[in-house]
């Protein structure tokens, strides 16, 4: 599966956050569930404030059964669940 540009260079100014020090993680609510979330976020200035530009958020429960990896033998797929269904 090919990453688009766009999800590349969020990454990399990710990357940069956090090897300048401006990444946090930040408490928030979900927009859609009202359910707590612990947001990455970028930290950066606009003159004496603070501003943080969210980037996703880490996973509830184990990641593990909250993702589904690129399949090796399919370049296009990805592994099925236990299931055989994607979720």
């Known amino acids: 599966m090919s990453i688009p540009a766009h999800a590349r260079s969020n990454f990399q100014t990710m990357l940069r956050a ?30 004496d404030d603070y501003v943080f530009t969210p980037f996703g958020h ?5 990641p593990y059964d909250a993702y589904l990896p690129p399949d090796p033998d399919d370049p296009e797929g990805f592994v099925q669940s236990e299931t055989g269904e994607a979720p």
Not at 41 to 47: H, L, Q, S, T, W
């Open 58 to 62: 880490l996973a509830d429960g184990n």
């Open 18 to 47: 956090a090897g300048d020090g401006n990444l946090a993680l930040m408490g928030c609510l979900d927009a859609v569930t009202g359910r707590p979330r612990y947001v990455i976020c970028a930290v950066g200035r606009d003159e």
